[in-house]
């Protein structure tokens, strides 16, 4: 799709038109695929004038728009089409848009850009008549009767409110009305980005206040929304129609940054264009080499992000393949060919973008010398950046929803009993974005609420997956935190959160989450459970913080004595203090700082215990108290004064501390295995005779107990820390699951004392 404007956007000298031919030159004759010549709308307008069709022709006006239609479907029934041009045009007929065309152009124009993109002809139908039912004496209910109940739902989805009846709040309601309708149809926000494409390319007509206002929408709602559903096609060109906008000087700087380039009588990227192809046809691949121009807002990226600007920063080159395999057999050869630039390579073919984009990423550098200028000074090698897709990939990044067609409609050998009950659409098209957009704009308490967590909640234009540990993901945005997933998993209900284990390691509800992270979210059995007005400050999704300050409001002075936004507490030396201090009164070492107690070999009778081997006959063993090591744990030993050898677990934050000190690490296995004393810590919430239902579970395996300590509970959470003699560590495993299965606990692990830092 053409990035040139029918009208400039600003007025004067700068118009996207003029830009952007003067980027044309970078792109060979050879490499340019073959397009239709430029539409001129004015003049389909005054087709539009002479009245319509002789029945059951199409009319000339739409040949354009059927043309486009025909090339992505050739076998599609354009009846509908002409019907709804009729229904169009005769119902705007006499209005005329601000730029002086007759009103049936905008429409027009707006089916057309669809049309291009491959939309089918539902999509086309409904676009014809998307202002009539708003502008005109068409209803709804004519619409339904004339097109059916699929276009009637498409033209209501994009019909403005009235400011009569909302005033101020008829835009972000609109918006609201339409996210609401994308919901359950996509094709309602494609039909959207194009009306608002064509207004961007007929702006200039309006006073500069009003081109200002309609562009930062545009660029607050619009683009991210495109972004988003992957139309990158409209994406790019609105983007450097508000870049022309809003920041005239800079747009006309880039542009005369790409027409100076297209001046050039070299073209660096059409020379790597013709090496590749010499390459892949070595090779056997199938291929299509083409050069991509880089839009205006990308140079632009590009000048800000490393200043001076050569010849391959005004493109990229693309690839085009017919199988998946190609991809990674283009890439193969390219690498073994060229110099690979190793850290540009990005693999969004295995893991696509939430946005259905796919492709491979990678970049080549060109040899030095022909980046040098004859008897010049060696100057830093280019780097040409290069995407490998197939055509049906290229197809969707451009077009992205649009390319899929009619997601509703059912395939040739479906069957009854899979189709949705009730009526619901089945829509595969749906992101989880969207899913939590439309949960979260009903809790929105007003329009200027909406409106503004809207705007936020678009600028996060990246995406991560959690996993849950049911198997169950969840989508979340790029820095969202354990509060978020509470909030996304369990709604309000997440008031009742009271800690995280990400990964299997208890964390705090603030800890921010990773792409692939596993979530197990701890929930309190208090139903009058509160969250924390401190959780607003690590709530990243508007779901969690709408909801949390909701509960806020309809609890003043609340929040203050909820769960501690540290959530569960990482096991450090501090936290088990108390249970060290009751190992001290036992007159063990376990007291002090575990590298201490370790460095030290401090004195301590050595009990009955699992047989330690040394590599140095005749040393004293120990086991360290810090991390009680039991096999069949990996172990590793220290030698301490008096000859004595400490023994750790090798995860053992003594170790580390000791290693990097330089201490040498010593030999040691498990020999014959008997009884063992072993630390562990349980997590729970509190309740009623817990601890003797923990003390019954243990001594059930035929464990003792040498000491216990129990803390004070802590928002409904209890942390029992257990020194247990084993008479065989083989039963260590049991031990724990008896432990876990005690009702309201929900962890048990081996205590794990921290180093003192060194």
């Known amino acids: 799709m053409s990035a040139e404007a029918t009208n400039p956007a600003t007025p004067g000298p700068v118009a996207p038109k003029a830009s952007a031919a003067a980027t044309a030159p970078a792109v060979p004759r050879a490499d340019r695929r073959k397009s239709r010549p430029r539409i001129d709308l004015r003049r389909l307008g005054r087709a539009a004038l002479l009245g319509p069709a002789v029945r059951g ?54 089916t057309l850009i669809l049309a291009e993109l491959g939309a089918e002809t539902t999509t086309l139908t409904a676009s014809l008549l998307h202002d009539t039912v708003e502008d005109t004496d068409v209803t709804l209910e004519q619409v339904r009767e004339q097109f059916g109940e699929e276009v009637r739902y498409l033209v209501d989805g994009v019909t403005k409110l009235e400011k009569v ?313 790029e820095g969202a935190t354990c509060v978020d997933a509470a909030y996304a998993q369990y709604g309000e209900d997440a008031h009742a959160c009271i800690g995280a284990r990400v990964n299997g390691r208890l964390a705090t509800l603030s800890t921010v989450l990773k792409d692939g992270d596993t979530v197990q979210l701890l929930m309190g059995q208090d139903p009058a459970s509160e969250p924390s007005r401190e959780w607003l400050e690590h709530a990243h999704t508007p779901a969690a913080r709408i909801a949390i300050q909701r509960w806020l409001a309809t609890h003043p002075g609340g929040g203050t004595g909820a769960q501690d936004m540290t959530g569960t507490r990482a096991e450090t030396a501090e936290d088990t203090a108390p249970a060290r201090r009751a190992d001290a009164a036992q007159g063990t070492a376990a007291s002090r700082p575990a590298d201490a107690a370790a460095a030290e070999g401090t004195p301590t009778t050595r009990s009955r215990g699992a047989d330690v081997l040394v590599d140095r006959p005749g040393t004293s063993v120990r086991l360290a108290r810090c991390c009680t090591p039991v096999p069949p744990d990996e172990i590793t030993g220290f030698a301490v004064r008096g000859g004595v050898v400490t023994v750790h677990r090798v995860e053992c934050a003594a170790v580390a501390h000791m290693k990097g000190k330089g201490r040498a690490e010593l030999g040691v296995r498990w020999g014959d295995t008997t009884e063992c004393r072993v630390t562990l810590v349980a997590e729970s919430f509190g309740r009623p005779h817990l601890l003797a239902d923990l003390t019954e579970a243990i001594s059930s395996t035929g464990v003792d107990i040498v000491s216990a300590t129990v803390e004070p509970p802590s928002q409904q959470r209890v942390r029992h820390t257990y020194t247990l003699l084993l008479p065989d560590a083989a039963r260590l495993p049991a031990l724990m699951r008896a432990m876990r299965d005690v009702p309201g606990v929900y962890d048990v692990a081996r205590a794990q004392h921290q180093a003192a830092g060194s």
């Open 57 to 110: 022709k199409l009319p000339d006006a739409i040949g354009h728009v059927v043309e486009a239609h025909r090339a992505h479907h050739p076998d599609a029934d354009l009846d509908p089409l002409r019907r709804a041009y009729v229904l169009a045009e005769s119902s705007h007929r006499g209005q005329m848009r601000k730029s002086g065309e007759p009103y049936i152009t905008h429409p027009l124009a707006v």
């Open 165 to 477: 009846d909302y005033g101020a709040a008829a835009e972000p309601e609109t918006f609201r009305k339409m996210l609401v309708a994308t919901g359950s149809d996509v094709r309602v926000m494609s039909i959207k980005l194009a009306d608002r494409l064509h207004n961007m390319r007929t702006l200039g007509v309006m006073r500069p206040e009003k081109q200002a206002r309609i562009a930062k929408v545009t660029r607050d709602v619009l683009i991210p929304l495109a972004e988003r559903l992957g139309v990158q096609a409209l994406k790019t060109e609105m983007e450097d129609l508000v870049f022309a906008i809003l920041h005239p000087e800079e747009y006309e700087h880039t542009r005369q940054l790409i027409a100076e380039n297209a001046a050039r009588p070299d073209d660096p990227l059409a020379e790597v264009a013709d090496e590749m192809r010499g390459v892949l046809r070595e090779a056997g691949i199938q291929a299509e080499v083409l050069i991509r121009p880089r839009h205006f807002v990308s140079v632009h990226r590009v000048a800000r992000k490393r200043g001076q600007l050569r010849g391959t920063d005004f493109g990229r080159l693309l690839v085009l393949v017919n199988e998946d395999a190609d991809c990674y057999a283009v890439l193969g050869e390219l690498h073994t060919c060229m110099t690979p630039v190793v850290s540009e390579f990005k693999d969004f073919i295995a893991v696509p973008k939430f946005n259905l984009y796919q492709s491979l990423h990678t970049a080549v550098a060109l040899p030095q010398a022909r980046t040098d200028s004859p008897g010049g000074t060696p100057i830093a090698a280019q780097v040409v950046e290069v995407l490998i897709r197939t055509h049906q990939m290229h197809k969707v990044a451009e077009a992205g929803v649009v390319a899929l067609g009619n997601p509703y409609a059912p395939a040739s050998d479906a069957v009854v009993s899979d189709a949705p009950a009730d009526g619901e659409r089945a829509d595969p098209t749906r992101p989880g974005w969207l899913s939590r957009l439309l949960d979260w704009q009903q809790a929105a308490p007003d329009p200027d609420t909406f409106w503004s967590t809207l705007r936020e909640d678009l600028a996060q234009d990246r995406e991560i997956t959690v996993f849950r540990p049911d198997g169950g993901t969840l989508g979340l945005p």
